[in-house]
């Protein structure tokens, strides 16, 4: 009984450890936020236009995951977003879920 319970206690704590990185610390640490803003445009679109833009579609996670990493142009108008190497693919997806929160 005692090792279920600690068991519970880890995966709950694994878990929540990785919502605890989903939020501006994470972007401001893997330098999004030169460029974005949660709630207003600056190089790039607000983090809420783009939740906004993204809402209900089924395949918005893996695209937006895609673009953090590779980069992309034209979706928001004519300045690229740069391809992110120092980001993970779990990072990215930390940041796309966080992102897409956004209202």
């Known amino acids: 009984m005692k090792r279920s319970m600690l068991v519970a206690v880890l995966a709950v704590s694994a878990l929540s450890s990785q919502v605890a990185m989903a939020n501006p610390d994470l972007a401001k640490a893997k330098n999004c936020m030169a460029c974005h803003a949660i709630g207003s445009k600056l190089v790039g679109p607000a983090y809420k236009d783009v939740a906004a833009k993204y809402a209900g579609q089924k395949d918005a996670e893996n695209k937006l995951v895609a673009k953090v990493m590779k980069g992309g142009s034209g979706t928001w108008g004519a300045i690229p ?14 940041l796309v879920k966080w992102i897409l929160a956004q209202k």
């Not at 977003?81 to 930390?94: F, G, I, K, Y």
């Open 81 to 94: 977003m740069p391809a992110n190497p120092q980001v993970s693919e779990a990072e990215a997806r930390t």
